[in-house]
């Protein structure tokens, strides 16, 4: 069994950034497709970035350029480093992992079927 425990949400200003963390218990990280999502109430979960194991990293439009993930094999951590916050980036933000052929076949940005999900941290970005 996979847990994944989500970190580092919390208010910002416009303009600033936040790191996310998401930390993988229970099994050999670097095996897994990760990815990160968001959601806000009302609205479908919306993918955000995803790293796959030989480190290929996808984003949606609405944030490339300001934000970058990346993956600590040591620390069997996830990262989601968000600069020039915006405050339509405001959501829950969630990390997810999948095998990786799962994943590659359904889409890294499709929240569909992913093998395990954490708990989500909130990110608010006020103007």
């Known amino acids: 069994q996979v847990v994944l425990v989500e970190s580092g949400g919390g208010s910002v200003q416009a303009g600033g950034s936040l790191r996310l963390s998401c930390a993988v218990f229970g099994y050999t990280y670097h095996g897994y497709y990760m990815g990160w999502f968001r959601q806000v109430p009302g609205k479908e979960r919306e993918g955000v970035a995803g790293?796959?194991?030989?480190?290929?990293?996808n984003y949606a439009d609405s944030v490339k350029g300001r934000f970058t993930i990346s993956q600590d094999n040591t620390k069997d951590t996830l990262y989601l480093q968000m600069n020039s916050l915006k405050p339509e980036d405001t959501a829950m933000y969630y990390c997810?992992?999948?095998?990786?052929?799962?994943?590659?076949?359904?889409?890294?940005?499709?929240?569909?079927?992913?093998?395990?999900w954490g708990r989500g941290t909130q990110v608010t970005v006020s103007s």
């Open positions: 790293i796959d194991v030989d480190g290929k990293s």
């Open positions: 997810a992992a999948d095998q990786p052929p799962n994943r590659r076949a359904r889409g890294w940005s499709s929240p569909y079927a992913w093998s395990y």
